[in-house]
Nanobody, 115 residues
């Protein structure tokens, strides 16, 4: 079973930037891609971005043009570069396989956007 550890979150002002990392304990590219998801306080977990084995990317409309997902297969790591952050981007960010979240969910990393 692949285990994931997310990191890189923090407190940032609106229009600021953060780079999240997701380190997987094993090979992350089997038949799935990898995705980032987030959960805001009082809301359900939602899809944010994904990258497939062929390096195609997909984004939620709310982050398109501001967030960029990438991966380093040699390091079994997936990144999420977040720019022009907004208060509504606040939440706990998780990574998992995509399109089905097959791995055990990690602890996530908290992102707080506030002035």
């Amino acid at each position: 079973q692949v285990q994931v550890v997310e990191s890189g979150g923090g407190l940032v002002q609106p229009e600021g930037s953060l780079r999240l990392s997701c380190l997987a304990s094993g090979s992350i590219f089997g038949s799935d891609g990898m995705g980032w998801y987030r959960q805001a306080p009082g809301k359900q977990r939602e899809f944010v971005a994904a990258i497939t084995r062929s390096a195609n990317t997909r984004y939620a409309n709310s982050v398109k043009g501001r967030f960029t997902i990438s991966n380093d297969n040699a390091k079994n790591t997936v990144y999420l570069e977040m720019n022009s952050l907004k208060p509504e981007d606040t939440g706990v960010y998780y990574c998992n396989s995509f399109p089905l979240a097959r791995f055990k969910w990690g602890q996530g990393t908290q992102v707080t956007v506030s002035s």
